[in-house]
């Protein structure tokens, strides 16, 4: 693989394919076993540590810390300062000047505050933050420090959707070289340039983001299978005449020569979709209606200062919402009440008498044994069940018999989820309280746990940086913030403009500052920006109507190569004109998408001025 200075690669891949091996190859942690690896001598390599090393220190004081050089030409003036030589001070000031040294307390600044960071936060020691937070502060270690080659593991775990948005924008604007694996979508779509994916032991680089290389993917897979059978029908045919002939002694001769043909015949693997799991979450077939009630309800840990209040509305066997708001508002506070009432400081909650509640949070993971093989955790949350119903169970979310009988502590963050799932998929719930459940799933996981809800039956509450996961399945949004619940006028789209727009937003002016509004030029100016943007609209519109023109001509061809009796001799005559259309196809698929995408950029940057 090549990767160019100024490409952003998402490397993506099942768990245990080599990801983090690479990333590891990329830091100098191991060495090359065999071929060679090329970095360029001046590049300055950052990346994010899975760990806080000190925890003593600031937080602001750790971030800039990852800058060494910087702390070298500090560590220069004071040293200067400190033998009272004029000359050595003056060329530190300068040294720290060209550097830009004078500034770097506000870039820190500004990167813990994207990352949901308060002024007082920032003065605290690192150790005083939970788990989830001191990996917000080594990402923002790792935006910090110069470089020309950035590399992210699993950066938006733990990240609310404010965060993760803002992560989104900062590296869109990243000017160095950025190689990244993240299990989220709609972030891949957002910042990749090019996908490189490990599958089936190898890896390949495609050029595009994630959507795109699943599509090319595809493609490829088509192509292969088409092969595959091409290639199995010669070789049935080879093995019917050595079958035939083998022990006739007039074609002895030929059968050994077929047979040898078959034998030196290279195998092309068939194509195989990617192997995964298929999650199950049943619903218990009795349920309420409603299903749960709660009525103006006052929550939080202390009376005097309650995390919510006013809270009043209720959940039916159908209801499916998403809950929505900043990190510290009250979502999960909210989550573990309905499940338990231990927050409940005032008003009531009612459960209908079916009302059967499962629920998912990532420090239930941390609490499990990680002694225990899967299989026991589930014998004894389950000790009545037959051995047999309880393997079948682990089966369902992709632990066959050696995985279910090893322990925890050796499985993987992903792996220990999908033994909390299939507990809950004994459960057979009717409210189902899932909170942040794809930390740690990866690609496949995930497309198996929003196909598992869409299925689903019972009412669902959900939390979750994933947006794809949220549009997928739930039908509401609720909104968690400034000490209130309430509905949320809007979808996803219209909340993460009202993020964007809040980040963006300086510092109210005052009032005296304010300038004064000219509505009629707002709408004069504002007609004349749609008119600027309409032949720009319109053209990529055009565009995007002829790649799906294409891609559908593209797909009935390929559909016609799947067809193992095109590759007979006798239908040489129509194999050839479709090959040659779907290579022509192809290529002008590739330009009108480049002409596409340029078509898009332009308009955002009219849409910007």
Same mark, same amino acid.
């Given at each position: ?11 993506? #891949? ?16 191991? %060495? ?41 030409? $500090? ?8 033998? #009272? ?7 530190? @000031? ?22 949901? =960071? ?10 005083? =933050? ?27 775990? @733990? ?143 202390? +009376?005097?200062? %309650? ?10 066997? $159908? ?62 949350? =389950? ?60 690609? !496949? +996981? ?68 304010? %300038? ?5 030029? $707002?709408? !004069? ?25 294409? !891609? ?19 239908? +040489? ?8 259309? $779907? ?27």
């Amino acid at each position: 693989m090549t990767i160019h200075q100024g490409d952003k690669v998402a490397l993506v #891949g099942g768990n245990g394919t080599g990801k983090s091996s690479l990333f590891a190859l990329l830091k100098g942690e191991i %060495p090359v076993d065999t071929g060679e690896l090329h970095i360029a001598k001046d590049w300055r390599v950052s990346w994010l540590d899975q760990e806080v090393t000190d925890l003593e220190r600031k937080a602001l004081d750790y971030v800039i810390d990852g800058d060494r050089h910087l702390r070298k030409l $500090q560590a220069d003036l004071q040293s200067a300062e400190s033998g #009272g030589d004029d000359m050595a001070i003056a060329r530190a @000031h300068g040294a720290l000047e060209e550097y830009g040294g004078y500034q770097v307390d506000h870039k820190a600044e500004n990167i813990l505050a994207g990352l949901g =960071f308060s002024v007082d936060q920032m003065q605290q020691p690192t150790g005083s =933050f939970s788990g989830g937070w001191r990996m917000r502060i080594s990402l923002a270690r790792a935006l910090f420090c110069p470089s020309d080659l950035l590399l992210l593991d699993e950066p938006t775990n @733990h990240l609310d959707l404010g965060a993760l948005l803002w992560l989104e924008r900062w590296l869109q604007d990243y000017k160095g070289t950025l190689l990244f694996i993240a299990h989220d979508h709609a972030f891949m779509d957002a910042i990749a340039s090019h996908t490189a994916a490990i599958y089936q032991g190898t890896l390949n680089c495609f050029r595009g983001n994630y959507s795109s290389y699943l599509r090319q993917r595809t493609e490829q897979e088509a192509q292969q299978q088409a092969a595959f059978d091409k290639q199995e029908a010669k070789r049935a045919h080879l093995q019917s005449f050595v079958d035939r002939f083998r022990a006739k002694a007039t074609k002895a001769k030929q059968a050994q020569s077929r047979l040898k043909a078959l034998e030196r015949l290279t195998a092309n693997a068939p194509a195989h979709a990617e192997s995964g799991i298929s999650f199950q979450l049943p619903a218990n077939d009795k349920h309420s209606d409603p299903t749960l009630v709660i009525d103006q309800a006052t929550l939080g840990y202390d +009376a005097n200062n %309650p995390v919510l209040t006013g809270v009043d509305f209720s959940l039916r066997p $159908q209801t499916r919402i998403g809950l929505i708001g900043p990190n510290g508002a009250g979502k999960s506070t909210l989550m573990r009440t309905l499940l338990r009432q231990e927050h409940l400081l005032a008003g009531e909650i009612t459960k209908g008498a079916h009302c059967n509640i499962s629920y998912f949070a990532q420090h239930q993971l941390e609490e499990l044994d990680s002694k225990a093989t899967p299989l026991l955790i589930m014998q004894r949350s =389950f000790p009545k069940e037959h051995e047999q119903v309880l393997r079948d169970a682990l089966g369902k979310f992709g632990f066959d018999k050696n995985k279910s009988e090893t322990p925890l502590e050796t499985l993987s963050g992903g792996e220990r989820a999908r033994v909390a799932f299939a507990q809950i998929s004994l459960q057979k719930p009717n409210l189902l309280l899932l909170d942040e459940p794809t930390n740690h799933l990866d690609l !496949q +996981a995930r497309q198996a746990l929003s196909e598992a809800l869409l299925a689903y039956e019972g009412a669902l509450v959900l939390i979750s940086h994933d947006r794809h996961l949220i549009e997928d399945s739930t039908d509401e949004l609720w909104l968690v913030n400034d000490g209130k619940v309430k509905r949320f006028d809007g979808d996803l789209a219209d909340y993460q403009k009202l993020l964007n727009d809040a980040q963006k937003t300086a510092a109210p002016a005052k009032e005296a500052d304010k %300038p004064v509004v000219d509505k009629k030029a $707002q709408r !004069q100016a504002a007609a004349a920006k749609r008119a600027q943007l309409k032949p720009l609209k319109d053209k990529a519109t055009k565009l995007e109507k002829q790649i799906d023109k294409l !891609q559908t001509q593209l797909a009935d061809i390929e559909e016609q190569l799947a067809d193992t009796s095109l590759y007979e001799p006798q239908n +040489a005559d129509k194999l050839q004109p479709l090959l040659k259309n $779907q290579g022509a196809m192809k290529a002008e698929l590739d330009d009108i998408e480049m002409a596409w995408m340029e078509a898009l950029e332009a308009l955002e940057a009219a849409e910007a001025d």
